[in-house]
């Protein structure tokens, strides 16, 4: 097994009661006993589970040439569950936080005072966050890209709803809030931990063959189930969101934008401070916001909001727009909208006739949390098979002996181990 | 031949610089890549800068822009300083199946044209 092909090999142990960091080596043994993302996240909760660990994991293909490898995972106990959740991170944070050179991060106990986690070149400090200790998530990001001058540091980081640990609070993906319906923001929130900070510039290496074999995958996928579809209003469309919260949308939608190395756009950036056609950079300077969550915006359409600014003000907070919505407002919001599931209800049961069943889409949700692949692409792209994965698996880390009994094996870990 | 981008149609995807990184020297990265996303989030404002030979091309959504050395990148933010420390674009010369930033590309962004 060849691990620099998929990792950087190193796992950051972040102790906040005594505010020092350790690293241990990511093995070849806890490969192959979980693979990456949630199926090592969910061992590691396990061996440091008497401490509250809040743990941040990159999946075995993030930050590689596998179509859809854009994401990373957060696993820690739902407040609102008291069970273990995955919670899938995307954009391009989960790649950053592979090339900071930390493959995982195990967050333990709990800091005296707020704190921000920088990680940046094979290093890692704790720093001070009292500066930015009750202040909303945009005003937070802003900040935190001053401070360490970096405008392409990505964040997880948290707002006034999880510093409260509220059970309504998610953790945030720099501006945009997150897949988070198990109100994980709230375990930063009781760590004092605002937020982790990311810049990576370190690199993998590519096993020979495996960017082809890539780029076939990816062209499949285009040409697949998501060929003629585009946006996320037509993931709206095929997953039956009120027609009136999809035409509110569609009339604010400024572009598509798409995940690190995914083939299909499924965040609509909307505007509602300008015109949505204007492409001019002079223009406003906070335009809009990121919509990921369409079942979000469609709750706070549904409870006469308007839904796009809606979405700004949670995101701001850092409130779960569901339960925003079930609240009928998006400030001092405390009860949560639903149970916490091990993998987030964000992600619909299926998209353009994909779907099979709950245990079909359990088990690909698992498989996305433990590859660190989108979780929304393992469900409209069919063309993703088992075969292929267990394929490209053996390929990336010239690994024979990897088989699909050892993929099922992981998968039905993850989901048994889990809430 | 040069590398052109339609920017209307990137989604911000990133995979090309990645890719070219991989060309370049082996590695999956963005920084050793002749080719370089620049992003204001907070206005989703997005394109593509390309390191060619003699000029920085830059495939923005208002328009294409060629820049000579010593030019500014208006507006482009301090993400786009370090692309004037690449390797140039070669146009993937020596890779037989075609260059790898356009073989990456799920959106048809990316063209090599002249
Ligand atoms: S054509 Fe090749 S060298 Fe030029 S930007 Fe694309 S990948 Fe890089
Ligand atoms: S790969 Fe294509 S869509 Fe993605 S960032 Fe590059 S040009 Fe844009």
Redesign the interface.
């Known amino acids: 097994m060849e691990l620099m092909n998929n990792y950087k090999e190193t796992i950051l142990i972040v102790d906040l009661d005594a505010k020092q960091c350790d690293t241990e080596s990511l093995s070849e043994d806890m490969v192959a006993a979980g693979l990456g993302g949630a199926g090592i996240t969910a061992a590691l909760y396990e061996r440091y589970k008497d401490r509250d660990p809040l743990i941040i994991g990159t999946g075995f293909f993030t930050g590689t040439f596998m179509p859809g490898g854009c994401a990373g995972v957060v696993s820690a106990k739902s407040p609102v569950s008291g069970k273990l959740c995955h919670v899938p991170f995307g954009g391009y944070a989960a790649v950053e936080l592979k090339l900071t050179g930390f493959d995982f991060v195990v967050v333990l106990g709990s800091s005296d005072s707020p704190v921000r986690l920088w990680l940046h070149d094979g290093l890692s400090d704790i720093d001070d966050a009292s500066d930015i200790w009750g202040k909303d998530v945009w005003d937070s990001v802003d900040k935190i890209r001053e401070a360490y001058g970096d405008e392409m540091i990505q964040l997880l980081v948290i707002g006034p709803s999880a510093e409260a640990q509220s059970k309504a609070a998610q953790f945030s993906v720099n501006y945009w809030g997150s897949f988070d319906k198990a109100a994980l923001g709230a375990v930063f929130g009781a760590k004092k931990l605002k937020a982790i900070a990311l810049r990576g510039l370190d690199s993998l290496d590519v096993a020979e063959g495996f960017f082809g074999a890539c780029v076939d995958l990816k062209n499949a996928i285009c040409s697949g189930a998501i060929s003629g579809k585009s946006g996320l209003k037509d993931i709206a469309r095929d997953i039956g969101i009120d027609a009136g919260a999809i035409e509110k949308l569609a009339s604010m939608t400024h572009r598509n934008n798409a995940a690190y190395n995914c083939p299909y756009a499924a965040a609509a950036f909307v505007k509602y401070n300008e015109a949505p056609s204007a492409m001019d950079m002079k223009g406003h300077p906070a335009p809009g916001c990121l919509i990921t969550d369409i079942r979000g915006f469609a709750a706070l359409h549904g409870a006469g909001l308007d839904a796009g600014q809606a979405m700004e003000q949670c995101f701001r907070q850092g409130i779960e727009p569901e339960a925003a919505a079930k609240a009928g407002k998006t400030e001092g919001v405390s009860a949560d909208a639903g149970k916490a599931a091990a993998f987030s209800t964000a992600v619909p049961a299926s998209i353009f006739g994909s779907g099979q069943g709950d245990a079909w889409w359990q088990k690909r949700q698992a498989l996305a949390a433990v590859l660190g692949i989108d979780p929304m692409l393992m469900v409209m792209a069919p063309e993703i098979t088992e075969e292929k994965i267990v394929a490209l698996v053996q390929m990336s880390a010239e690994w024979d002996e990897f088989s699909a009994d050892e993929l099922n094996r992981i998968a039905a870990d993850v989901i048994a181990k889990s809430a | 031949m040069d590398l052109k981008v339609d920017a209307?149609k990137c989604?911000?995807?990133?995979?090309c610089e990645?890719?070219c990184?991989?060309h370049q020297?082996?590695?999956?990265?963005s920084?050793?890549s002749s080719l370089m996303f620049y992003?204001?989030?907070?206005?989703?404002?997005y394109g593509m800068m390309v390191k060619r030979a003699k000029t920085l091309y830059l495939g923005?959504?208002?328009g294409e822009q060629l820049l000579k050395p010593g030019e500014q990148i208006e507006?482009a933010?301090?993400?786009a300083k370090p692309i004037l420390l690449r390797v140039a674009c070669d146009c993937c010369e020596d890779e037989d199946?075609g260059p790898?930033c356009v073989?990456?590309c799920?959106?048809g962004v990316l063209s090599l044209e002249g």
């Open positions: 209307r989604t911000g995807c990133r995979i990645f890719a990184n991989y020297d082996e590695t999956i990265s920084i050793g992003f204001e989030e907070k206005k989703n404002y923005r959504p208002e507006g933010g301090a993400s199946d790898l073989r990456a799920p959106y």
